[in-house]
């Protein structure tokens, strides 16, 4: 039998090698001399970005690391011989090894290479705290007592924040998929219909136009008036009767990379709040669409957002989401963050009504857009208008 291919989309080396010029540059202005970065498949593989972003391979299950130096070869260690019989494929990044002492004894293996490439007592940035499980971080702390460990999260997020030309085409084949997605939902949402197909379209579709399952996707249905309509992780059995309504947020991921799509669906005529509320939401959308532009701050961004949502009776901490977006679904950055060309965010407002009472709410709209040196372009691309059927 022949050789079996990786039929995934894969980045191209001289890609890795922009990534970790880029990488070391920032540890070498921290004087770290040695990355240790964890990656497993929580968050919906979204623990696992800043491992794929500079490896170019993701792992299906659980935790595996890289040893990063500031000079030198780098070296992986995977969870067993199928994962590194996968990685040394496609991965940037040398796999040199099933496991130097066994089976999942990551602390042994880290720790080898460390002390082989004169680190024992240096400083070793740890990308990043909130993923590496405490079992590793505790072992090395016991194995490595005088070297210092720092949180270097930042050098590899940093340089994550400005996206390369194809990371944006990525992230482009991933809005294409959300678009097709909702087009699928849209069609399947009609009187008579289980609310756990109209889900189940919307997926069928993602998958089918090369989104990599599963999506982060949430999704509820309901009567508007009543309460407690927000965002179970649904699908549910219930049948969409008249005067429904159908919320969603569509999050596939081309290559690892995510967007985000919002659009509400009405089954016949949207009711006075949901139709106050989206309004105020495509205000708040249009003037976000404004800001998006380089020299803009994240948190002033924010902040004025969330001003206009209180002047209109809304809560101003439950009113507005922009959030930075790429190989993580939710890639949080600090709110002094100048905007900069490349940087990906979803235009994401979220109010929930009656004002101050939360009895419902919604994801009314919200699309991902780029950063660029003139006008913010909108990676999905569909009607910025509520779906009456």
């Known amino acids: 039998m022949g050789s079996m291919e990786w039929n995934i989309p894969l980045m191209p080396k001289e890609e890795g090698e922009r990534r970790h010029r880029a990488i070391r540059e920032l540890m070498e202005f921290r004087g770290i001399d040695c990355l240790i970065i964890a990656g497993h498949q929580g968050n919906y593989g979204a623990r696992a970005s800043n491992f794929r972003y500079v490896a170019n391979y993701a792992m299906w299950f659980d935790d595996e690391y890289i040893v990063f130096p500031l ?22 990044i040398p796999v040199k090894t099933r496991g130097i002492s066994g089976l999942r004894n990551y602390v042994t293996d880290i ?13 070793l940035g740890i990308v990043d705290p909130e993923t590496m499980p405490a079992y590793v971080y505790a072992g090395l702390l016991e194995k490595l007592p005088r070297a210092k460990f720092l949180n270097a999260r930042d050098c590899v997020s940093q340089v994550r924040m400005i996206k390369s030309p194809i990371e944006i085409e990525f992230m482009e084949k991933a809005a294409l998929c959300a678009d097709k997605g909702f087009e699928a939902m849209k069609a399947a949402t009609k009187l008579g219909a289980k609310d756990r197909d109209i889900f189940n ?12 399952p599963p999506s982060f996707s949430l999704h509820c249905s309901g009567p508007l008036e009543a309460k407690g309509i927000n965002f179970p992780y649904g699908p549910q059995d219930r049948v969409l009767q008249a005067g429904d309504a159908v919320f969603n ?110 009895e419902w709410g919604g994801h009314t709209i919200g699309d991902t857009y780029v950063i660029t040196e003139g006008k913010p372009k909108a990676l999905t691309k569909l009607p910025l208008e509520m779906s009456i059927v």
Request: charged residues 25%; proline residues 6%.
């Open 71 to 92: 000079e030198g070869e780098s070296f992986m260690i995977t969870f067993n011989s199928a994962h590194y019989d996968w990685a040394k494929r496609v991965s940037w």
């Open 111 to 123: 720790v080898a290479v460390v002390k082989e490439r004169g680190y024992e007592e240096g400083t």
């Open 201 to 212: 379209a919307m997926e069928s579709a993602l998958t089918a136009n090369g989104a990599e």
């Open 249 to 358: 947020e569509i999050t596939p991921s081309y290559g690892g990379y995510w967007v985000q799509l919002c659009r509400p669906i009405c089954l016949g005529k949207p009711s006075d709040n949901l139709k106050r509320m989206f309004d105020l939401n495509v205000k708040m959308y249009h003037r976000t669409v404004e800001l998006l532009k380089p020299g803009s701050v994240y948190g002033d961004i924010d902040a004025e957002m969330r001003a206009m949502a209180k002047k209109d009776g809304f809560d101003p901490v439950n009113a507005f989401s922009l959030q930075h977006i790429g190989l993580d679904i939710f890639d949080r950055i600090p709110r002094r963050t100048i905007l900069r060309p490349g940087m990906t965010l979803v235009n994401h407002p979220w109010t929930e009504y009656p004002p101050n009472k939360a």
